[in-house]
């Protein structure tokens, strides 16, 4: 009996952690991969800890019953920095979390004074406080929290013109102290709108996020003798909505290659 592939999922609000998909994929062309945009609880940070933490762990188990894999990466800050610990007592598959670049930022600053640019709930959350505490006591950190850049990043990512105004409206918090010179994207979203956040900005700043630690971290974590085949990995997305717009589909489609499946969950 011929082994079934190994497989990799990744779990999302939205598009955010392509991102971090993309860069595994570059990394590991050859696993199959699955990638679930939860539209049908968008946006993850708006949500309660409570209703998050019970969304996962439901997600979590519809996936695994719906296509099972092997490994799993959560690309979005929000849902690490609360689930991580839980979700790996509940589960015998590894789990690769992405939470705030916090110490690459306070190791990368020269002024010692950094922002984190997240959602309102990864913002708020008491894992990255500790985060702040263990990698960041000897820096002034500025936080911003922002639900409605997570929408304009979807919006972007469909071709959708986005408001600059409203993009610097939000980042305002950033620019209270002059001395900031460095900035955690701590929602993988914002990766996609990273232009348009340095164009609100008074300065240069250094951008600094988790894509490549958390696709290296992936990529450690495969078994040795995944890579023995040349073979293109397959790739599915799945939206929790059944109802996603025609132009994302087509996006999904032509430029990841992904068979798209849309659940109502």
Same mark, same amino acid.
């Given at each position: 009996? +011929? #082994? ?9 609000? &939205?598009? &955010? ?23 049908? =609880?968008?946006?993850? $940070? ?50 690769? $979390?992405?939470?705030?670049? %916090?110490?690459?930022?306070?190791? #990368?600053?020269? !002024? +010692?004074?950094? $922002?984190?640019?997240?959602?309102? &709930?990864?913002?708020?959350? #008491? ?9 960041? !006591? ?6 911003? $929290? ?10 972007? =990512?469909?071709?959708?013109? %986005? ?27 914002? !990766?996609? %709108? ?38 293109? &990995? #397959? ?27 849309? %659940?109502? =969950?």
């Amino acid at each position: 009996m +011929k #082994a079934a592939p190994y497989r990799v999922c990744f779990i999302d609000s &939205g598009i &955010g952690g392509l991102s971090i998909y993309e860069a595994f994929r570059t990394l590991a062309p050859y696993v199959d991969t699955i990638y679930c945009a939860d539209y049908s =609880f968008f946006p993850y $940070g708006t949500k309660t800890e409570e209703a998050l933490l019970d969304r996962m762990l439901a997600l979590v188990d519809k996936l695994s019953a719906l296509h099972p894999f092997d490994l799993l990466v959560i690309p979005c800050n929000t849902a690490s920095t609360l689930i991580l610990d839980v979700l790996r007592q509940k589960v015998s598959f590894p789990v690769v $979390g992405t939470v705030p670049a %916090i110490k690459t930022a306070g190791q #990368a600053s020269h !002024s +010692k004074v950094i $922002g984190i640019l997240a959602t309102k &709930g990864t913002v708020s959350r #008491a894992y990255t406080k500790k985060l702040e505490d263990e990698f960041a !006591s000897d820096c002034t950190v500025v936080r911003c $929290g922002s639900s409605r850049l997570v929408e304009l990043a979807e919006d972007k =990512f469909q071709g959708i013109p %986005i408001s600059i105004s409203e993009v610097k409206k939000e980042v305002h918090p950033l620019l209270s102290d002059k001395n900031l010179d460095t900035v955690v994207l701590a929602c993988t979203h914002f !990766s996609f %709108i990273k232009e348009e956040l340095g164009s609100c900005l008074d300065r240069l700043v250094q951008w600094v996020d988790s894509t490549v630690a958390v696709a290296n971290r992936a990529l450690s974590l495969l078994p040795k003798d995944v890579s023995s085949t040349n073979k293109i &990995g #397959a790739s599915i997305f799945i939206s929790t909505s059944t109802s996603i717009p025609r132009k994302l589909e087509r996006i999904l489609r032509e430029k990841y290659a992904f068979e798209v499946e849309k %659940i109502d =969950f």
